[in-house]
């Protein structure tokens, strides 16, 4: 998650006194608004509790009224600050700092604590609405979710919720997953569009999950209406005579052959974003990145119209860092940037063993670049867990975002061509139907990971 305090505002208190808010935004989207004696209660806490030596520096008290340049200077250090806790594997984890943002959350929507229904899309489309609490967090309305559906506790890891935006030709923007920080109903209500749908979906990579999940017959519903909702939006591609196997699978009822058989395809499990901008192999490239496999997968148009394909596989990521920026709105002005004439820019920057002794940046500019971090950050938690022989049930549910680090001299997995031209014998299944019974922010470098690469 990329945490910013790009602005703040003078706002009226109770008495009619005004004050300084500072506006917290996660993934150039705002959050909470907070006072700073908001933010210097939740420091002493967390010092209270982990001590002096763990938490961060924090700025200090004013005796007197800040100037406007005394306020910026504390905007920045107070982003400093919440950028660090949060990267911090104890603090930004802690239950502490989460139930600060979720109350801070709520207090700056003004929503009042009461019960609601809230809807949860599935991959097929179907609905599930859930009775909760405004106030209850991402956890608990994903076990709500799976109460409704009597998935059993054990598999409730192996799924999430995923804040997403449906486009008026019926494409899937994968816009973040929730975290342990927000409250559901409250950043859904907020966004104040019916674009935005909160959706379930698996949540791990290694298809050999798979398995754990459709031994139970509502994870086999589950998997099976994804399965389908991938190939129907082309996310998974097909030939011909895989789509005949696929719709005789189908007819016949057959789900775990069906994902049996996807499972073979090309891009199965993988998460398709939008398509964006990159500078691999060159400057200005349009590109549709794909995230699955322990990998980006890259379809690239180059400037001569020609298409190339390649992948970028995280086992060769050295570490990778997310950038935001305000940038002015095209209207024809050179005017600086104002909170109505400006828009974030959001890049994902990775550095990359492109052979033995050559280490290079590759770069994406896209709107999703914090949600590619997330993915790439959760194939690296799976891979770390495998390769320790942990349970990934527990890791699951308890994934954190950041970036990884491994050592230069350190021997990492072989990678295909990076750009190939694409397979032209494949092509996007035709709709199939279905039914079932319902940031630069600082990155932390874990030095763990180097394990991978042994």
Same mark, same amino acid.
């Given at each position: 998650?990329?945490?910013?305090?790009?602005?703040?505002?003078?706002?009226?208190?109770e008495?009619?006194?005004?004050y300084?808010?500072y506006n917290?935004h996660?993934?150039?989207?705002?959050?909470?608004?907070?006072?700073?004696s908001?933010?210097?209660?939740?420091?002493?806490?967390?010092?209270?509790?982990?001590?002096s030596?763990?938490?961060?520096a924090f700025?200090?008290?004013?005796?007197?009224t800040?100037?406007?340049?005394?306020?910026?200077?504390?905007?920045?250090?107070?982003e400093?600050?919440?950028q660090?806790?949060?990267?911090?594997?104890?603090?930004?984890?802690?239950?502490?700092?989460?139930?600060?943002?979720?109350?801070?959350?709520?207090?700056?929507?003004?929503?009042?604590?009461?019960?609601?229904?809230?809807?949860?899309c599935?991959?097929?489309?179907?609905?599930?609405?859930?009775?909760?609490?405004t106030?209850?967090?991402?956890?608990?309305?994903?076990?709500?979710?799976a109460?409704?559906?009597?998935?059993?506790?054990?598999?409730?890891g192996y799924?999430?919720?995923?804040?997403?935006?449906?486009?008026?030709?019926?494409g899937?923007?994968?816009?973040?997953?929730?975290?342990?920080?927000e409250?559901?109903?409250?950043?859904i209500?907020?966004?104040?569009?019916?674009?935005?749908?909160?959706l379930?979906r698996k949540?791990?990579?290694d298809?050999?999950y798979?398995?754990?999940?459709?031994?139970?017959?509502?994870g086999?519903?589950l998997?099976?209406?994804?399965?389908?909702?991938?190939?129907?939006?082309?996310?998974?591609?097909?030939?011909?005579?895989?789509?005949?196997?696929l719709?005789?699978?189908?007819?016949?009822g057959?789900?775990?052959?069906?994902?049996?058989?996807?499972?073979?395809?090309k891009?199965?499990?993988?998460i398709?974003?939008d398509?964006?901008?990159?500078?691999f192999?060159?400057?200005g490239c349009?590109?549709? *990145?794909?995230?699955? +496999?322990?990998?980006? &997968?890259?379809?690239?148009k180059?400037?001569? /119209?020609q298409?190339? #394909?390649?992948s @970028?596989?995280?086992?060769?990521?050295?570490?990778?860092?997310?950038?935001s920026?305000? *940038?002015?709105?095209? +209207?024809?002005?050179? &005017?600086?940037?104002?909170?109505?004439?400006? /828009?974030?820019?959001? #890049?994902?920057? @990775?550095?990359?063993?492109?052979?033995?002794?050559?280490?290079?940046?590759?770069?994406?500019?896209?709107?999703?670049a914090?949600m590619?971090?997330i993915c790439?950050?959760?194939?690296?938690?799976?891979?770390?867990?495998?390769k320790?022989?942990?349970?990934?049930?527990?890791m699951?549910?308890k994934?954190?975002n950041?970036?990884i680090?491994?050592?230069?001299?350190?021997?990492?997995?072989?990678?295909?061509p990076?750009?190939?031209?694409?397979?032209?014998?494949?092509?996007q299944?035709?709709k199939?139907?279905?039914?079932?019974?319902?940031?630069f922010?600082?990155?932390?470098?874990?030095?763990?990971a180097?394990?991978l690469?042994?």
């Amino acid at each position: 998650m990329h945490f910013s305090i790009p602005e703040t505002e003078v706002r009226s208190g109770e008495n009619g006194s005004t004050y300084v808010a500072y506006n917290i935004h996660v993934n150039g989207v705002l959050h909470c608004r907070v006072r700073y004696s908001q933010l210097l209660g939740l420091h002493e806490q967390i010092k209270k509790e982990y001590g002096s030596n763990v938490v961060p520096a924090f700025p200090p008290k004013k005796i007197f009224t800040l100037t406007p340049a005394e306020v910026e200077q504390r905007r920045e250090q107070l982003e400093k600050y919440m950028q660090a806790v949060r990267q911090d594997p104890l603090l930004g984890a802690s239950e502490m700092f989460n139930s600060f943002l979720r109350k801070a959350q709520q207090e700056t929507q003004q929503i009042p604590t009461e019960e609601v229904a809230l809807d949860i899309c599935l991959s097929n489309g179907q609905k599930v609405t859930v009775n909760i609490l405004t106030s209850d967090q991402t956890e608990d309305v994903l076990d709500a979710v799976a109460t409704k559906l009597d998935l059993p506790d054990d598999l409730v890891g192996y799924f999430s919720l995923f804040l997403v935006r449906e486009g008026v030709d019926g494409g899937l923007t994968f816009v973040r997953k929730l975290q342990e920080f927000e409250l559901p109903y409250v950043s859904i209500t907020s966004l104040r569009s019916s674009e935005f749908h909160i959706l379930l979906r698996k949540s791990y990579w290694d298809m050999a999950y798979d398995g754990d999940v459709m031994d139970n017959r509502v994870g086999l519903n589950l998997l099976y209406a994804q399965t389908v909702s991938d190939i129907e939006r082309g996310w998974i591609l097909v030939n011909k005579d895989q789509h005949r196997q696929l719709k005789s699978l189908q007819e016949k009822g057959s789900k775990k052959e069906f994902i049996h058989l996807g499972q073979t395809l090309k891009y199965y499990g993988y998460i398709k974003f939008d398509p964006c901008i990159t500078d691999f192999p060159e400057k200005g490239c349009q590109v549709i *990145v794909s995230a699955g +496999n322990n990998e980006l &997968n890259f379809h690239v148009k180059l400037p001569n /119209e020609q298409m190339k #394909e390649g992948s @970028f596989k995280v086992t060769r990521m050295r570490c990778w860092r997310v950038t935001s920026s305000q *940038v002015p709105i095209a +209207n024809g002005t050179t &005017n600086p940037c104002s909170s109505s004439k400006c /828009e974030v820019k959001l #890049e994902l920057a @990775f550095e990359y063993l492109m052979s033995k002794d050559r280490l290079q940046w590759v770069t994406i500019t896209s709107q999703q670049a914090i949600m590619m971090s997330i993915c790439l950050q959760s194939m690296v938690d799976e891979l770390m867990v495998k390769k320790s022989g942990g349970s990934i049930k527990k890791m699951l549910r308890k994934r954190h975002n950041g970036s990884i680090h491994r050592s230069d001299s350190q021997q990492a997995v072989k990678s295909p061509p990076l750009l190939d031209s694409p397979d032209p014998n494949r092509e996007q299944i035709v709709k199939l139907s279905v039914s079932i019974f319902l940031t630069f922010f600082k990155g932390l470098c874990v030095s763990a990971a180097a394990s991978l690469y042994c």
